[in-house]
């Protein structure tokens, strides 16, 4: 076992997170399910709490004193998530369920305005499929074709035959910023000028990235960027699209309903201001408060701290796993192209044989197509088991991962 | 504790079938074909039988999945040549109950190699991919039953 390298004072950080205390089937919990959702600190479970016990109203309603808290904890909440991924201002922040209803209204909103017969939407047979389907039921109504960037043997974009599939047709890209099935971080900064050399719109699926590195996207230059809160050590149920307010301001309403009009007539509405336009209902207002209590918690761990170990565990896991026999990583290479996630198979083990005999030895990995069936053509494999990091996992827990490995060997004799 | 568990899942019975499924293949001549596929997991199978009269002449598949999804369609094919449809239909209920923890079930020598999946019982969330198998064969009785009515 090597030395842990402290880059932060670990036991401290597990120690903010309540669910990693248990054991599970007589063994101490290793949790490393992170890319599907990630744990909630303290910090996240008491704002929850405190906004319940405390500030619960309806936002945007009342003149009472709880409706005034509650909607100042709301903005607020909204202004910590715009200061987050560096947007111009709190406006631009859109509340929605999390990453898959951010890429729908953008698909159900700008595209079905802006895309039309033989338009072209872009996007690579890596994505997730809430990055796939909404783009084909857009395609399916406008008569506009969905396009792909391949990947190659190690699951990267393949760059270089971008300008084959990105032309004066392609309306709006669509891509994953890091691959949630292999782990995959791509060039998204690049991949962004590219396409705005052509005139098309830029969205990017942030669900795993923004849990595990800043983002910014005035830097990134995109016009759409969509992350999810669950991920991130928030709340299930919140998550936000960012877009340039000039879109923002031309897009059509996504659902109707109360909040997001101005004055409803017999014959017509007109439409509430930005942000509020796109809020329809009663919004997620405890969810909001807990996303951006996660937000300030990893803010204050440090993104440049939390990047630096996870790389050292994740350049632990793999170094292990690659000595395990029969087993197989999915996924770049190097450990620059990728992030906490590490997909393999091992042997003819199904990955839900792997996952059910990791369980019953206390370690939580998924096993499946993690939702990118597309991804699992590619290597032609029905499905894999995944690993996935974050900022509390160790080194140690690396080790307990192969020993429970070495069990799925003893029973399948891989 | 969990060990005998972990093995009372994983029976060598069951690895074996899976490593070397009975009656894996394409069926040409079958009466009745059911695909019954999981999207949740991706596991998938394809069941033809051959249904002759009342009775199951032959019964064939085509499959991909998990040890437990892929070991019980190759046992319960195993039982269903030669069965009448009642028969077979018996045995889907018994496979069930057994699936519940039915210990009448678990006692029943009638469910052949079938026996060795008791211990998925105690693993809920791998029910289902004992059933994968069961619940092509239903749905192919049903099929069957419509085709030639019971005379």
Known sequence: MPAEIEVFDLPFLRAQFPALDQEINGHPLVYLDNAATAQKPWKVLDAVAQFYERDNANVHRGIHELSRRATEEFEDARA???????????????????????????????????????????????????????????????????????MDDQGRLLLDQLSDVLGERTKIVSLAHISNALGTVNPIAEITRRVHDVGALMMIDGAQAGPHRPVDVQELGCDF??????????PTGIGVLWARRELLEEMSPYQGGGEMIRIVERDGSTWAEVPHKFEAGTPNIAGAVGMAAAADFLEEVGFDEIAEHERTVVRYAVEQ?????????????SLDERSGVISFTLGDAHPHDISTILDSEGVAVRAGHHCAQLVMRHFGVAATARASFYLYNTTDEVDRLVEALDTVRGIFGA | MNEPTLNS?????????????????????????????????????????????????????????????????????????????????????????????????????????????QGVSKFPVRIKCALLGFDALQEALKQSRLEAPAH
């Open chain 1, 321 to 333: 796993l690659s000595q395990v026999p029969g087993l197989r990583i999915y996924g770049p290479d």
């Open chain 2, 9 to 117: 899942l994983y029976q060598q019975l069951i690895l074996e079938h899976y490593r070397k499924p009975r009656n894996r293949a394409e069926l040409p001549e079958h009466t009745v074909e059911i695909h019954m596929y999981n999207p949740v997991c991706g596991d998938e199978i394809r069941l033809q039988l051959r249904v002759d009269g009342d009775r199951i002449a032959e019964a064939k598949f085509i499959g991909q999945g998990c040890s437990i999804s892929q070991a019980a369609v190759s046992m319960m094919t195993v039982k269903l040549e030669g069965a009448t449809l009642a028969e077979a239909d018996d045995l889907a209920n018994q496979f069930v109950n057994l699936m519940h923890g039915d210990e009448a079930a678990a006692r029943d020598r009638s469910l052949g190699d079938l026996r060795a999946l």
């Open chain 1, 80 to 150: 910590r998530i715009a200061s987050f991924m560096n947007a111009s201002e709190p406006a631009e922040i859109i509340w929605t369920r999390g990453t898959t209803e951010a890429i729908n209204l953008v698909a159900g909103t700008w595209a079905l305005d802006n895309v039309g017969e033989g338009d072209e939407i872009l996007i690579s047979t890596m994505e997730h499929h809430s990055n796939i389907v909404p783009w084909q039921l857009v395609a399916e109504r406008t008569g506009a074709k969905v396009r792909y960037i391949e």
């Open chain 1, 225 to 234: 960027y969509a992350i999810s809160g669950h991920k991130m050590c928030g």
